[in-house]
């Protein structure tokens, strides 16, 4: 796009009527080159749109080439960060479950609040996620950033094994969160909301050219501020707050060339709530609402992130980005984390009394070259870079402490953390990464075309446990592809087959302990078949997609034995998966998905009680195998609008053997907006509509339910929000 032109789109969007329905064009429009189409044909601003599947969307998560889901052999849902806060949706969790295909949360404190489930696999290990097309290393199976939508332009969520992009860790998928851009027409937005359970946020985005009428349209920014805290819906120590912070600057001196400097904040300090007891294998009324952690509770996670992105094209044939980042985070926790009712006693058992921090630094650079071209007389995309980085990890733990209290079910003193159970340094480990990747599309005919894609991670640990000295290093291999083909019948659809091939750590790789690093890396591959299209001039937007994944090189234990001791089992899923956006009636509209699954472990053995047992059959821990989100929005009139949203999950499992049952769940949301003025909005929303009790998590004894972590009760916000 020239200047000029990209000039006359602004002034367009400039004179557009001003409404939070769908804001300002100028001010969500993102002029960096990072967000205009790869391809010469089409070339424009490819802000995601609230509604719809945005199949036309250029992405970058799915492919660096910059295609759109219609020219991608993948599943990819992109999601809107406007449709995620018109919904009301003020989590990243939130946003990726209710509006993504087949994704369900398993957060926990534990991991971060950061714990997502994907075509058959869960954890942070097996679906892996990025800010900005960069990816986190995962430390002891936690992740907590990014966590707020208020920053957010789009999520784009890649399901299936993803490692020809970013990796090990990603054999459920890739979710990939995509900040707001600097812009260079002046946009302010403000939104303040209150509700049940003493919620408070207040939240600002602002944006615009600097010094314009000295340097014209060269220097924008964005900033970004979302707080929020609440008393909680738990007592005691229910109550949470956090703060996101997001700012970006751009120095864009010509056409071809931009660069952006960018930093975030995430501060949370959550509910310290780990579970409610189960009582006959129930969550009686009485103590829904309990939370039998300690009085002295803290939880606290920091993160801050800094990126210098740099983006030239020296031609119309070649694209050179580069990308160097440093990431902080800092987490503490001092908690009683396991609760188990005693039917002996009538009493709550209370164990893991755990003090942990975790210190973790990752400095990194990637750089990527896209060249266009011909072979053969043939269209021809190739794209190929390198990915480098380094990791210091430390952790700080009490694992040393043994202690356990009881209390009553009721009118209990929850008490406080002993001080002589605190922490003390444990280990620390330094990791290198450097990784090569590649990725092409060759236009066979015009309506044709045929991808590969490959990637190489050769990372080396090092680990020091600060109590005895002792010291190990391992170098690992991690290889990844992925070829396919895409037929376009029609401009406005796609048939699609792929191939692709991923690996898993055994553990989160940065913090593998001596007994796991002698293991491989798990292995798993993926065929998929799938159509996707738009019909009715655009109006209605569908995708279908048929898979099957393998993976391998599970951990065994030997029969006989408590310790870990061959890699010798297996594990698959097989699954269907539907999604659409369609406008039914005038003012009606209809989004959804669908995603129906077979899971089971192929080959799997742990020892429980001394005697080896075969879960060979059984459904994997965490996975349901139904999944369904509906979102009907009603526009009886031009200021209101009505939305509710429907979400199905089906039954999960806490134990290896599927005796630990958590129940299927349906929650509904609804949404009231009222459009006050031309830049106003007021909206109501209300969360679990019919106040389900409904298991996020849970946790299993020898095959028996001990507690779950349930979700969030009815509750009601009213929002206002404001744009100038």
Do not use: C
Request: no cysteine.
């Amino acid at each position: 796009m020239s200047r000029l032109h990209r000039r006359r789109v602004l002034a367009l969007a400039a004179q557009a009527p001003l409404t939070l329905i769908l804001p300002p064009a100028g001010a969500q429009e993102a002029v960096t080159l990072d967000q205009l189409a790869v391809e010469g044909e089409g070339v424009g601003l490819t802000r995601a749109s609230p509604t719809g599947l945005n199949l036309r969307t250029p992405d970058r998560t799915v492919s660096r080439l910059g295609l759109t889901p219609l020219q991608t052999p993948a599943s990819v849902d992109i999601v809107s960060g406007e449709t995620a806060r018109l919904r009301g949706q003020d989590s990243i969790a939130d946003a990726v479950t209710q509006d993504a295909t087949g994704i369900t949360t398993i957060a926990a404190p534990g991991n971060g609040n950061g714990a997502f489930t994907s075509r058959g696999f869960a954890g942070p290990n097996s679906v892996q996620q990025l800010y900005d097309g960069t990816r986190f290393y995962v430390g002891a199976n936690t992740v907590t950033f990014p966590f707020d939508t208020w920053n957010v332009e789009r999520i784009e969520v890649l399901r299936g094994p993803s490692s020809v992009l970013y990796g090990d860790g990603a054999i459920g998928g890739v979710i990939n969160v995509v900040p707001k851009k600097p812009v260079f027409v002046p946009i302010n937005v403000a939104r303040a909301v209150v509700g049940s359970d003493g919620i408070a946020r207040l939240a600002l985005d602002s944006g615009g050219g600097i010094a314009q009428q000295e340097f014209g349209d060269t220097f924008a920014y964005r900033l970004n501020v979302s707080g929020n805290r609440a008393d909680g819906w738990l007592r005691p120590e229910g109550d949470f707050r956090n703060l996101a912070v997001s700012a970006a600057l751009l120095f864009q001196p010509s056409p071809d060339l931009a660069v952006t400097l960018s930093h975030d904040l995430g501060y949370q300090e959550p509910a310290r709530y780990w579970g409610t007891p189960l009582v006959e294998g129930r969550i009686p009324d009485l103590i829904r609402f309990n939370n039998y952690n300690v009085r002295d509770a803290k939880i606290t996670w920091a993160d801050n992130w800094t990126q210098l992105k740099a983006e030239w094209s020296p031609s119309a044939d070649i694209t050179l980005r580069n990308t160097a980042y440093r990431l902080t985070s800092r987490r503490h926790w001092l908690d009683v984390e396991q609760y188990a009712y005693n039917r002996g006693t009538g009493l709550v058992d209370r164990s893991d009394y755990l003090e942990i921090y975790h210190s973790q630094e990752q400095v990194g650079n990637r750089f990527d070259a896209t060249l266009r071209g011909d072979i053969l007389g043939l269209p021809n995309q190739f794209v190929a870079g390198f990915d480098v980085n380094h990791i210091d990890f430390r952790h700080t733990n009490n694992f040393y402490f043994d202690q356990s209290t009881s209390v009553p079910l009721t009118g209990y003193d929850p008490g406080f953390f002993p001080q002589n159970g605190r922490a003390r340094p444990a280990y620390a480990t330094q990791t290198s990464q450097a990784s090569v990747f590649a990725e092409d599309r060759l236009v066979l005919t015009d309506k044709l075309s045929f991808l590969t894609g490959v990637r190489l991670d050769v990372p080396t640990l090092q680990r020091q446990d600060l109590q005895t000295g002792a010291q190990f290093e391992r170098t690992y291999r991690a290889l990844g592809y992925r070829f396919g083909l895409v037929y376009n019948p029609t401009p406005d659809s796609a048939l699609y087959a792929q191939y692709s091939f991923a690996t898993d750590p055994v553990n989160s790789l940065i913090t593998l302990s001596q007994s796991l690093a002698g293991f491989k890396l798990a292995t798993g591959d993926q065929i998929e078949v799938g159509a996707k299209g738009l019909a009715f001039g655009g109006a209605l937007e569908w995708t279908i997609a048929g898979y099957r994944i393998v993976k391998d090189n599970l951990i065994s234990r030997l029969p006989g034995s408590s310790a870990v001791g061959v890699q010798v089992g297996s594990q698959s899923s097989q699954g269907f998966e539907l999604a659409l956006g369609w406008p039914i009636a005038p003012g009606w509209r209809l989004d959804g998905n669908l995603a129906l699954l077979h899971a089971q472990y192929d080959s799997f053995t742990q020892v429980v009680n001394g005697a080896a047992v075969d879960y060979a059959g059984r459904q994997p821990i965490d996975v349901p195998e139904r999944v369904a989100n509906l979102w009907l929005t009603w526009e009886p009139t031009r200021n209101w609008t009505a939305r509710i949203g429907w979400q199905n999950v089906g039954t999960t499992f806490s134990d290896f053997g599927n005796t630990a049952r958590r129940p299927a769940y349906n929650l509904v949301n609804l949404v009231l907006d009222r459009q006050v003025t031309e830049t106003s909005r007021l909206s109501l929303r209300v969360y679990n509509l019919f106040d389900k009790v409904y298991a996020i998590s849970g946790n299993a004894v020898n095959g028996v339910g001990t507690n779950w972590l349930l979700g969030r009760p009815r509750s009601f916000e009213v929002a206002y929000t404001v744009a100038w």
